[in-house]
């Protein structure tokens, strides 16, 4: 199976920006989709952001002009520039390729993620 490594989260202030990377082991970027999701305390599981196989992006209403999904082929890395951040982005990011195509359905991304690395935690403060 796969294994998928997430850092650069951390502590930030409201405001404030952080970039978040993925990288996987035994798997081409270029060649999938992957997401990102996220898991705050005592909620429920939710996708953030996707970039599909050919680079197509697709975005939760929460995030959407705040964070940015980029991959980089030849470092093999999805990324996450996270802008403008709120309290509500608090959360456990995780990256993972999704069960299904990268898709939007009203607000929210529709696929959960096939797999799960350890994640990285993002904690933003007033």
């Known amino acids: 199976q796969v294994e998928l490594a997430e850092s650069g989260g951390g502590l930030v202030q409201a405001g404030g920006s952080l970039r978040l990377s993925c990288v996987p082991s035994?798997?081409?970027?270029?060649?999938?989709?992957i997401g990102w999701f996220r898991q705050a305390p005592g909620k429920e599981r939710e996708g953030v952001a996707c970039i599909s196989s050919i680079g197509n992006t697709y975005y939760a209403a929460a995030v959407k002009g705040r964070f940015t999904i980029s991959r980089d082929n030849a470092k093999n890395t999805v990324y996450l520039q996270m802008n403008s951040l709120k309290l509500e982005d608090t959360a456990v990011y995780y990256c993972?390729?999704?069960?299904?195509?990268?898709?939007?359905?009203?607000?929210?991304?529709?696929?959960?993620?096939?797999?799960w690395g350890q994640g990285t935690q993002v904690t933003v403060s007033s």
């Open positions: 993972a390729p999704p069960l299904g195509p990268c898709m939007v359905e009203g607000d929210n991304l529709v696929n959960d993620g096939a797999y």
């Open positions: 035994d798997m081409t970027v270029g060649a999938y989709a």
